[in-house]
Nanobody, 119 residues
Framework: QVQLVESGGGLVQAGGSLRLSCLAS???????????MGWYRQFPGKQRELLAS??????TTYADSVKGRFTISREKANTVYLQMNSLKPEDTSVYYC???????????WGQGTQVTVSS
């Protein structure tokens, strides 16, 4: 089991920036089995949507809605960041960290962090 703790959310004005962090905790064998790490967000009444992901080898993928504004990065085996620039009011949402690990593949979610962008 992987425990995820997110931080960095908050209130920011439109055009501003925030950096989300997600720290994964588990035994060392589970940590080194982590493959993809990603960030999602969920609007009320909607399904959680993938914003950005990064593989163990560093390959990144972005949703069109955040491409060019958000940057995902990974540090060591258990920390993932989401740098969010040029934030818009429509980016207001709860943001979740997700990691995939183990064989068979399992998935863990963070508790979510609120990002609010004021106009």
């Amino acid at each position: 089991q992987v425990q995820l703790v997110e931080s960095g959310g908050g209130l920011v004005q439109a055009g501003g920036s925030l950096r989300l962090s997600c720290l994964a905790s588990a035994n060392i064998f589970t940590i080194i089995s982590i493959t993809d790490m990603g960030w999602y967000r969920q609007f009320p009444g909607k399904q959680r949507e993938l914003l950005a992901s990064i593989t163990k080898g560093g390959t990144t993928t972005y949703a069109d809605s955040v491409k060019g504004r958000f940057t995902i990065s990974r540090e060591k085996a258990n920390t993932v960041y989401l740098q969010m620039n040029s934030l818009k009011p429509e980016d207001t949402s709860v943001y979740y960290c997700n990691v995939k690990y183990g064989r068979p593949l399992e998935s863990s979610w963070g508790q979510g962090t609120q990002v609010t962008v004021s106009s």
